[in-house]
Nanobody, 117 residues
Framework: QVQLVESGGGLAQAGGSLRLSCAAS????????RAWYRQVPGKERELVAD???????YYGDFVKGRFFISRGVVGKTVILQMNSLEPADTAVYYC???????????WGQGTQVTVSS
């Protein structure tokens, strides 16, 4: 069974920083935690950042150089460093993982990020 455990969400002031971490576990050898999405009530989930198997990264247009996605040193982890946070960044952030060679997708439970002005 696959588990994606997210941590690091919480409350930040505008201009501040938060670091989200997602640790993947499970018996699937091709499991690749690779992206963060976010969602606010009434809106579709949107891609924040993605890092593929060779390290190529992609960011949503709204990121504008403020966030950085990377892989953790230990285990199957993906990290999102968020700087210069804005109230518009308030959302539930979800970790996403794919399984190499298959169409299977996995999602974390989500972690709340709230940015106050």
């Amino acid at each position: 069974q696959v588990q994606l455990v997210e941590s690091g969400g919480g409350l930040a002031q505008a201009g501040g920083s938060l670091r989200l971490s997602c640790a993947a576990s499970g018996s699937i050898s091709g499991l690749l935690p690779r992206a963060w999405y976010r969602q606010v009530p009434g809106k579709e989930r949107e891609l924040v950042a993605d890092i593929n198997g060779d390290g190529t990264t992609y960011y949503g247009d709204f990121v504008k150089g403020r966030f950085f996605i990377s892989r953790g040193v230990v285990g199957k982890t993906v990290i999102l460093q968020m700087n210069s946070l804005e109230p518009a960044d308030t959302a539930v952030y979800y970790c996403y993982a794919s399984e190499l060679g298959t169409p299977n997708e996995y999602w974390g439970q989500g972690t709340q990020v709230t940015v106050s002005s």
